[in-house]
């Protein structure tokens, strides 16, 4: 056992990691061996007797609770979703915008966080992009722009294409004191970064669980912040009522909404996902997730430290407060992702170069292998680079 935890009884979960050079978490996180296990039992209670739903639906309330608490939370502030851009589209409709107010993001963040908002142009809602200052966005960014219209700021937790990490603490003061609403996409920091959604001050995080919190795709969550009184969801179903009619009759008269964010729950729930994210919080909560953030940012130490040796640019922050797991290498092109393919490492193409990202599971070792083998193409013959 290294460090805090046991990282190599850890990455035993996790075949992938062992098969191939698995750098990938920022896309999808690898299924371990306990969380595909909680989705067989699932599986195997559907197969032998078409599930006892009333026991699954328990433990929805049960993996609700847990996340909350992970998030700081209570139970009755989330929502299950199908993924972060749904919990996001659920905010900026809930959010009580009328023609001539604005919101504000950063130019270049997630392209479903401005999609969510730019669908409001319809209702005369201006989404205002703002440059990121000095390579990071803090309250000076916004500031300048926010005017007497100006309702939400919504910007990425930890960006996906480079990996800055915005201290959205302080972004939830400076809204606090303007009487603006925060929203924040948690989808590439929860599960990496520890998260206390009321030390942030925000209004809502969405998120999905595909990438820290480990599960497949197709679950998210939204966090609402309970002190939003007599949000109107844009979709309604019996889950959304406070009483459902027990004879499954609609009445029009009695469509009083649930108490929280249950409100923007419609129906049916991703249930298979929901027993792996139980399996998931066993999993984070053994390693602690203070121990995860601590873990990537040692690794991001290291490997920015050799592409120092070996010249390669990294395009994000190089400061430790102002990243997390995600690192965005200056080799442009698709020579590179071939060769790195072609070598075994799982990594994904990204808008300036190559975007590294740990999970967990990875270790020193594997930076120094992918440092070795980015090293072995730069001392390529000119004639072999052109070869691919
Ligand atoms: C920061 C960020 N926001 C949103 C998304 C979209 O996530 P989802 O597929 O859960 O809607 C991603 C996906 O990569 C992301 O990295």
């Given at each position: 056992?290294?460090?805090?935890?046991?990282?190599e009884?850890?990455?035993?979960?996790?075949?992938?990691?062992?098969?191939m050079?698995?750098?990938?978490?920022?896309?999808?996180?690898?299924?371990a061996?306990?969380?595909?296990?909680?989705l067989?039992r699932?599986?195997?209670?559907?197969?032998?007797?078409?599930?006892?739903k009333?026991?699954?639906?328990?433990?929805?309330?049960?993996?609700?609770?847990?996340?909350?608490?992970?998030?700081?939370?209570?139970?009755?502030?989330i929502a299950?979703t199908?993924?972060?851009?749904?919990?996001?589209?659920?905010a900026?409709?809930?959010?009580?915008?009328v023609?001539?107010?604005?919101?504000?993001?950063?130019?270049?963040?997630?392209?479903?966080?401005?999609?969510?908002?730019?669908n409001?142009?319809?209702?005369?809602?201006?989404?205002?992009?703002?440059?990121?200052?000095?390579?990071?966005?803090?309250?000076?960014?916004?500031?300048?722009?926010?005017?007497?219209?100006?309702?939400?700021i919504?910007?990425?937790h930890?960006?996906?294409?480079a990996?800055?990490?915005?201290?959205v603490?302080?972004?939830?003061?400076?809204?606090?004191?303007?009487g603006?609403?925060?929203?924040?996409?948690?989808?590439?920091?929860?599960?990496?970064?520890?998260?206390?959604?009321?030390?942030?001050?925000?209004?809502?995080?969405?998120?999905?669980?595909?990438?820290?919190?480990?599960?497949?795709?197709?679950?998210?969550?939204?966090?609402?912040?309970?002190?939003?009184?007599?949000?109107?969801?844009?979709?309604?179903?019996?889950?959304?009522?406070?009483?459902?009619p027990a004879?499954?009759?609609?009445?029009?008269?009695?469509m009083?909404?649930?108490?929280?964010a249950?409100?923007?729950?419609?129906?049916?729930?991703?249930?298979?996902?929901?027993?792996?994210?139980?399996?998931?919080?066993d999993?984070?909560?053994?390693?602690g997730?203070?121990?995860i953030?601590?873990?990537?940012?040692?690794?991001?130490?290291?490997?920015?430290?050799?592409?120092?040796?070996?010249?390669?640019?990294?395009?994000?922050?190089?400061d430790?407060?102002?990243?997390a797991?995600?690192?965005?290498?200056?080799?442009p092109?698709?020579g590179?992702?071939n060769?790195?393919?072609?070598?075994?490492?799982?990594?994904?193409?990204?808008?300036?170069?190559?975007?590294?990202?740990?999970?967990l599971?990875?270790?020193?070792?594997?930076?120094?292998r992918?440092?070795?083998?980015?090293?072995?193409?730069?001392?390529?013959?000119?004639?072999?680079?052109?070869?691919?």
């Amino acid at each position: 056992m290294h460090g805090p935890f046991d990282l190599e009884a850890l990455r035993a979960e996790f075949p992938a990691a062992q098969r191939m050079l698995y750098l990938d978490t920022a896309h999808q996180a690898p299924l371990a061996t306990s969380i595909r296990a909680a989705l067989h039992r699932f599986y195997d209670e559907g197969h032998a007797s078409a599930g006892p739903k009333p026991v699954w639906l328990q433990r929805v309330e049960a993996v609700r609770a847990r996340l909350a608490a992970f998030i700081g939370a209570a139970p009755e502030e989330i929502a299950f979703t199908k993924n972060t851009s749904e919990g996001l589209n659920i905010a900026a409709n809930a959010i009580p915008f009328v023609s001539g107010d604005n919101v504000l993001m950063v130019h270049g963040d997630h392209p479903n966080n401005a999609y969510a908002f730019l669908n409001l142009r319809r209702k005369g809602v201006e989404t205002r992009f703002v440059p990121l200052t000095a390579g990071t966005a803090d309250i000076g960014t916004f500031a300048p722009h926010v005017d007497a219209r100006t309702r939400a700021i919504s910007i990425s937790h930890v960006t996906f294409h480079a990996g800055h990490r915005f201290d959205v603490e302080a972004l939830g003061r400076f809204c606090r004191d303007r009487g603006l609403l925060l929203v924040v996409d948690a989808m590439q920091s929860v599960g990496v970064l520890p998260i206390d959604v009321k030390r942030m001050g925000a209004a809502f995080v969405a998120a999905g669980c595909h990438k820290g919190l480990l599960v497949p795709q197709g679950m998210g969550f939204l966090y609402v912040d309970a002190a939003l009184q007599g949000l109107e969801p844009a979709y309604l179903a019996a889950a959304s009522l406070a009483e459902p009619p027990a004879d499954f009759i609609a009445r029009p008269d009695r469509m009083e909404l649930r108490h929280g964010a249950g409100r923007f729950e419609i129906g049916n729930f991703n249930l298979p996902d929901l027993h792996a994210l139980s399996a998931a919080l066993d999993l984070i909560e053994r390693v602690g997730v203070g121990n995860i953030e601590r873990h990537v940012l040692a690794l991001g130490d290291r490997l920015i430290a050799a592409l120092d040796r070996l010249g390669i640019r990294l395009v994000g922050p190089r400061d430790r407060a102002q990243r997390a797991h995600i690192y965005v290498l200056d080799l442009p092109g698709e020579g590179w992702l071939n060769y790195l393919t072609a070598s075994d490492v799982r990594v994904s193409p990204e808008r300036d170069g190559i975007r590294i990202s740990f999970g967990l599971f990875n270790t020193a070792a594997d930076v120094d292998r992918l440092v070795e083998i980015l090293a072995r193409r730069i001392a390529m013959p000119e004639r072999a680079l052109a070869a691919g």
